[in-house]
């Protein structure tokens, strides 16, 4: 792994551990040992396996992108897995932009340009948030003053799907960039990743795509369901829908605050719901958000990293004549 990467990994770990010790200190630490030595080991592997549901979906469907763009000459199936599961070590990079890194990578095996591949990425992250929005809209009764926030996300996804649409803008604002002194170099690789944009974001795949997104990241709340029982919650008939809720609110909210992982964010906002709605105390709460943070979060990033080291013993970093350095900018 690039020095540069492991830096910024060993960072975001760092600064993981920091929370999850600040939540502790604020729970009162001993209440917090105290829920996880209750927990039940048992439910562990259904929490694991939820989790692994979700992440073999969404694999599907960056597969499924891949071939349908025709950019997956000489892609098989485990380079296509390796390819997807390298992307997951950069889900602790602001929004997961870093996961572009699989648009490095392909270009490794078959020179395909990033910028004709990167929308791939882009449609997954948009086809997950939507995802998202819905399954916390599910919950959405359970607290009222999350509406205002499910609204405004609602409202600027329809208007980034319709701007995207929008071919006649799109077209005039990149002859306007193709103006300036850079934007004869940018803005050829902005048009041939908004032609791919295009053909991603057409209505048909684009429901098609969300579909397969709700099924999977329903998967990781169903993981968080099973992180309460373990805790010995009792399920009153709405359990898992609670879960879903603050499990896809805090998420988001992590997700747009554009934090590495949406560190800090994301779990105060589990926490607080937790025992807003839940409701559990506070101790338990935190003790809940870091084990459904590590099988979640923490697990993606060490199987890819795990995932992009076996990826770059199978590519030789100059197969397809880059430095090494190029395929991690």
């Known amino acids: 792994m690039p020095p540069t990467l492991r830096r910024s990994i060993l ?7 920091l929370i999850a010790v600040a939540l502790g200190l604020i729970s009162d630490i001993r209440l917090v040992g105290a829920s996880f030595s209750s927990f039940d080991l048992g439910l562990i592997p259904a929490v694991i396996g939820f989790t692994l ?32 599961t390298s992307g997951m070590v950069m889900a602790v990079t602001p929004a997961k932009v870093g996961e572009v890194l699989k648009s490095a990578l392909l270009k490794r095996i078959n020179g395909t340009p990033i910028s004709a591949s990167a929308p791939i990425v882009l449609a997954e992250r948009i086809t997950d948030g939507i ?3 819905i399954l916390m809209g599910v919950g959405l009764t359970l607290y009222e003053p999350a509406r205002p926030a499910f609204v405004a996300l609602v409202v600027l996804t329809i208007i980034g799907l319709l701007l995207l649409q929008w071919r006649s803008l799109v077209e005039r604002i990149l002859a306007l960039l193709a103006r300036l002194p850079l934007g004869t170099r940018l803005a050829p690789r902005l048009a041939a990743a908004y032609t791919s944009s295009q053909q991603l974001m057409a209505w048909r795949l684009l429901l098609g795509s969300t579909i397969i997104s709700i099924i999977s990241w329903f998967g990781e709340c169903i993981a968080f ?31 747009v605050s554009f934090l590495p992982g949406g560190l800090g964010v994301s779990e105060a906002s589990s926490a607080g719901l937790l025992v807003l709605l839940v409701p559990m105390e506070l101790g338990a709460a935190t003790t809940a958000t870091i084990i459904i943070r590590f099988a979640t979060l923490w697990f993606g990033v060490a199987l890819g990293a795990l995932a992009l080291t076996l990826f770059r013993r199978r590519h ?3 197969a397809v004549g880059e430095s090494p350095a190029e395929v991690y900018k």
């Open 53 to 84: 549901l979700n992440y073999a979906l969404r694999w599907l469907k960056w597969d499924f992108y891949l071939r349908r763009m025709q950019m997956g000459q000489g892609v098989n199936l485990l380079d296509s897995v390796l390819l997807f």
């Open 316 to 318: 030789a970093p100059a």
């Open 131 to 133: 995802a998202m929005i």
């Open 11 to 17: 960072f975001s770990v760092a600064l993981g551990l």
């Open 225 to 255: 369901y099973f992180v309460l029982r373990g805790l010995g919650i009792a399920d009153n008939g709405m359990l898992l829908v609670t879960a879903t809720f603050i499990f896809a609110a805090s998420t988001l909210f992590g997700l």
